[in-house]
């Protein structure tokens, strides 16, 4: 009886050895790191399977609007987001000695551009000697994600963080905005660091493409608003109007090389940023060039001075946006430099001013 059941307990064995499927593989999940995302966004998406052996499992990649910029045959891949708003889906194909399955993953294409700084991953690049580092802060109840970025320089008064938009076709109109702020140690006054100088302000920065089809001889490559989040040792003083100001819209003509600022000064209580006191800074250019500026949800500026400038120099090439960038003070002497809040990143260009 030993003998039969030990013989019995073999044959089993061996039937389900032999009826195992051979190269079955299981897709656990499809994983984008979210669900909504902005024009033009590349996008890692990765798959995790089950599978009797991993080596031998292919991996075939597909989508149904925007476009796949990496090689096939991987377990991870790039998805380019299409420039028009919309759901588009994505999904892989995966498969083992025979057997395959395939998963699906929608993709809702939303803002022209934002970052919320949730993930690991974020689009916002520093400028050489800056220090980035995503943190999380408890809101409401809820874990939210911001980024905290300082200067480290040495030898420099001022650095930045910024996002290339890499557009060619990103014109006019045009709006940007941000949750901003100071978390410690901000200057009272201008900051030496060496031979380096800047005013204890805090700015946005576009700098600007040459229209493809250009006519004109002049032209803007550069569009500042810059404030002064504290009084400090006292507000800077218009020249013209003997009038403290804690806010400038500036820009930059350039005419064959040689450039001249235009500059727009304006006092604004908003403007005034306490320690850890965070706001919502937005600059819209309007399809008619008007320039307007919010803090906080309320509207501080307003201004037809770009359209004066068009005006005046019969200008005829549209304005063409290349960079974003949040420009930070340092410390003096390049010591204690101050800690900032960024957060909340958007742009859009469809004509609707942001708050």
Not at 102 to 110: A, E, K, N, T
Not at 130 to 138: A, G
Not at 166 to 178: N, Q, T
Not at 199 to 219: G, Q, S
């Amino acid at each position: 009886m030993k003998y039969f059941n030990t013989l019995g307990i073999i044959l089993l064995a061996f039937i389900f050895t032999n009826c195992k499927d051979e190269g079955s593989v299981t897709i656990d999940s499809l994983s984008t790191g979210g669900d909504e995302f902005y024009t033009n966004q590349l996008v890692k998406l990765w798959m995790v399977v089950d599978a009797d052996d991993l080596m031998d499992v292919t991996y075939e990649w597909g989508c149904e609007g925007g476009s796949l910029v990496q090689p096939q045959g991987l377990d991870e891949m790039t998805w380019k987001a299409p420039s028009t708003t919309g759901t588009y889906r994505v999904f892989c194909k995966v498969s083992s000695g025979g057997k395959s399955e395939i998963r699906y993953h929608d993709m809702y294409v939303s803002s022209f551009f934002f970052e919320k700084f949730e993930n690991s991953i974020y689009s916002f690049k520093g400028q050489s000697s800056t220090k980035l580092s995503l943190k999380s802060e408890t809101v409401d109840g809820k874990t939210n994600g911001y980024l905290e970025a300082y200067v480290r320089s040495t030898g420099s008064s001022n650095r930045y963080i910024y996002y290339n938009f890499g557009d060619p076709e990103l014109k006019v109109p045009f709006s940007c905005m941000a949750k901003v702020g100071w978390k410690s140690d901000f200057p009272t006054d201008t900051v030496t660091v060496k031979s380096s100088v800047y005013a204890n302000k805090m700015a946005y920065r576009l700098t600007l493409n040459r229209a493809p089809e250009y006519v004109d001889e002049k032209y803007i490559d550069d569009i500042r608003f810059e404030w002064f989040p504290v009084e400090g040792n006292g507000y800077p003083v218009d020249v013209e109007t003997g009038q403290a100001f804690n806010g400038t819209l500036t820009f930059e003509e350039n005419n064959m090389g040689s450039k001249t600022w235009y500059s727009v000064n304006f006092f604004a209580p908003e403007l005034a940023f306490a320690k850890g006191e965070y706001k919502n800074v937005a600059v819209n250019m309007e399809e008619d060039y008007t320039i307007s500026v919010f803090v906080g949800n309320a509207k501080v500026l307003e201004t037809d001075a770009l359209i004066n400038w068009r005006t005046d120099n019969a200008a005829q090439d549209e304005v063409y946006i290349k960079e974003w960038r949040f420009v930070m003070v340092n410390g003096n002497g390049g010591n204690k430099a101050p800690k900032f809040y960024f957060d909340n990143a958007y742009a859009t260009n469809d004509g609707t001013a942001l708050p």
